[in-house]
Structures are given as C-alpha cells and as structure tokens.
C-alpha cells in the first residue's frame, strides 16, 4: 500500500464511512452490514472488483455459481474450452482476480467466472451465459438469512439479456427460481434424463485432454480426468466408468 494512503484498521474500521464517496467492498465485507446500509443511505457509492471487471470487460463471459461444483465445474469448462483452441481465461471466486485480467482482454476473449454470493451480492450486470448449481443454506454466519443469500445469487440472472443463456439445475427448486428471474434462453439440466454427453464424449475429452499436456490418462487424474469420470458416473449412471492406473486406460461398461 503506498505510504501516502491512510489506514484504517482494528474494530472499528468500518465506522465513517459515510466520509468517502466511494468505496470498493471486499467480498468479505457483508453487504447488508449496518455500517454498510448507513452509508448507503447517506449517498456513499459501493462498487467492487467484480463490478469494475464487468463495466470494462471485453468479450464473453460465462459466469457460474452455486453452492457447492462451482470450482470444479469452471476448472473443467475451462480446460475444455483450452483444449478446443479457445482464447479463455478463469477467475473469479478461483485463482486469478478478474481485474487482473482486464488489460489481455480482447472482444474475441472468453472468460470464465466463478462468482461467490459475496461477488454478486450487489452486482448489477449478469454475464452473457450464466450457470446455476445447486442452491442450499451456506454462508449463514454472513448471510441476513437463506432468502437473502438466494437473492445474492440471483444477481448472476437477473440483468441478463433475451438473447443471452442460463443453464440450471431443474431439481433443485432455488436454483430454478434463479433461472427464472432471467429473461434469456433457459436451458435446464436434469440428472435424471442427462442427455448433452454421451459416451463417446467421454473417450473424446480424456483423449483431448491427453494431448493436450502430453500426459497420460493416469496422470491427469486429478486434475481433468477425474472430475470427468465422477461428472460421468453422476449424469449417465447407466455406465460405470473406471480408472486404471496401473495401465493407464480409461474402461466402460454397461451395468
């Protein structure tokens, strides 16, 4: 921090601050805190490094959330996407803040974005393709209470377009009431009746994975192969599908 900007630190470093006129929020500062809401109320401008990336960001974005998958899903959505030649980038709620990533940013760009309740709490922009997951009770030590904490998530709905996407998770009923809230394309996902993978692709993203890093199956296991198998076992229980280490083949069959 440079020396000539102040610091305000210890247990009431979130008193005045209705003195400033903007103000970045961490998203692990509750946005309906009271000092919070009393700034808002006095004219205090909030915005976060979410926003800024949203209001200056260029091209696509893909945008996911939920309780519990999001990482591993936009892990996996993103090694997909590398692996097919896209330019794509992921940050979020994972590795990289997405304001680090503004400046490489082109309009052919693909960014993946895992966004926490705590990002979107107070956004008002949704991406161009947004993904729901699951939705239960969590954060409730930093959540008003459950309605609140679903309402954070709905952010990544609300202000799409009609010609944008929302994928969501129809068993899950928050999740759907999510969706719902968005005026673009829904695309419903059901563990029951999965039908966007079948077995072939399975074979096909191991074998572009592979290639990918120039290892085999086996040594991608933790990182690409794994996840998919597990992704595969869950959507498509009709199969049974298994690692072999010691050989190093990825097996099949119908149970």
Do not use: W
């Not at 030590?141 to 609140?148: G, I, M, V």
């Amino acid at each position: 921090t440079p020396k000539e900007i102040a610091k305000i630190l210890g247990a009431n470093y979130l008193k005045n601050l209705s003195q400033f006129e903007i103000i970045f929020r961490s998203p692990g500062i509750p946005y309906e805190s009271r000092e919070i809401q009393e700034a808002i109320k006095n004219g205090v401008v909030f915005s976060s490094a979410t926003k800024l990336f949203f209001e200056n960001k260029k091209g696509l974005v893909i945008g996911i959330t939920g309780t519990k998958g999001k990482g591993t899903t936009s892990t996996l959505l993103y090694n997909i996407l590398k692996a097919a030649k896209y330019e794509v980038n992921l940050a979020g709620n994972i590795g990289l803040p997405a304001v680090s990533i503004l400046s490489k940013l082109k309009d052919s760009s693909l960014t993946i974005l895992e966004l926490s309740s705590f990002q979107l709490h107070d956004l008002k922009i949704s991406p161009e393709i947004s993904v729901v997951l699951n939705i239960f009770p969590d954060h409730m030590d930093s959540h008003t209470n459950f309605e609140e904490y679903v309402m954070a998530k709905s952010s990544i709905a609300k202000y799409q377009k009609a010609n944008n996407l929302i994928f969501f998770d129809s068993e899950n009923t928050f999740a759907t009431q999510i969706a719902n809230l968005s005026p673009a394309q829904k695309i419903p996902v059901s563990t029951k009746n999965f039908a966007l993978f079948e077995e072939k692709d399975l074979a096909l993203l191991l074998d572009v994975a592979s290639k990918m890093s120039g290892r085999t199956i086996c040594e991608l296991a933790d990182s690409i192969a794994l996840p998919v198998v597990s992704f595969m076992k869950y959507y498509r229980p009709e199969f049974e599908y298994h690692i072999e280490h010691k050989k190093c083949m990825v097996h099949h069959d119908r149970s």
